[in-house]
T-cell receptor, first 114, second 114 residues
Framework: AQSVTQLGSHVSVSEGALVLLRCNYS??????LFWYVQYPNQGLQLLLK??????LVKGINGFEAEFKKSETSFHLTKPSAHMSDAAEYFC????????????FGRGTSLIVHP | DTGVSQDPRHKITKRGQNVTFRCDPI?????LYWYRQTLGQGPEFLTY????????KSRLLSDRFSAERPKGSFSTLEIQRTEQGDSAMYLC????????????FGQGTRLTVV
């Protein structure tokens, strides 16, 4: 079975500071990994995805994530936080085998202080 | 293409009533997923379709829930005899069946059972 764990339900940063949102996965085979963002009362929007090509993946809005197999991690980073980055962020895993159903973590709420 | 659309965006119903939600996926996507999301949680998988076939259902999908996707296009999710515990955001997503592709989400239907 596949799963993801997002460490920290809330992360608070100052505007301009580094953003680091953590995601660890569990999968019996090398998975496909995704980060989504959700604004209040909205659906989920894809930020970036890892599909076994480059381990450092660049996404929209200046976000990037690095796949580290040895650490089973796929942490999301952004060098400089903006007020508009305040939202809920979800890590998701999708196995390359079987039904390919995306499984989501519980989410991390990013709070950006002026 | 206008993306995944869901209708209605909000629904308030009395306990015991039946409700039905509709999802229109991206037209070329043959996979359609339903998820449920409660406050402070990530999306939880309910069921998915490949074309018109419902291929998997979660244990979360009780007998009061039923989903259809006639002709492999739009889908409906019906909840019979609603309970207060059914209050949640119901998210629909669609994707291609190809490995590594991401799911695209609608804006969700927020259900409140009073």
């Amino acid at each position: 079975a596949q799963s993801v764990t997002q460490l920290g339900s809330h992360v608070s940063v100052s505007e301009g500071a580094l953003v680091l949102l953590r995601c660890n996965y569990s999968s019996s085979v090398p998975p496909y990994l995704f980060w989504y963002v959700q604004y209040p009362n909205q659906g989920l929007q894809l930020l970036l995805k890892y599909t076994s090509a480059a381990t450092l993946v660049k996404g929209i809005n200046g976000f990037e994530a690095e796949f580290k197999k040895s650490e089973t991690s796929f942490h999301l980073t952004k060098p400089s936080a903006h007020m508009s980055d305040a939202a809920e962020y979800f890590c998701a895993v999708r196995s390359p085998l079987g039904s390919y159903i995306p499984t989501f973590g519980r989410g991390t709420s990013l709070i950006v202080h002026p | 293409d206008t993306g995944v659309s869901q209708d209605p965006r909000h629904k308030i119903t009395k306990r015991g009533q039946n409700v039905t939600f509709r999802c229109d996926p991206i037209s070329e996507h043959n996979r359609l997923y339903w998820y449920r999301q409660t406050l402070g949680q990530g999306p939880e998988f309910l069921t998915y379709f490949q074309n018109e076939a419902q291929l998997e259902k979660s244990r979360l999908l009780s007998d009061r829930f039923s989903a259809e996707r006639p002709k492999g296009s739009f889908s409906t999710l019906e909840i019979q005899r609603t309970e207060q515990g059914d209050s949640a955001m119901y998210l629909c997503a669609s994707s291609l069946a190809a490995v590594g592709t991401e799911a695209f989400f609608g804006q969700g239907t927020r259900l409140t059972v009073v």
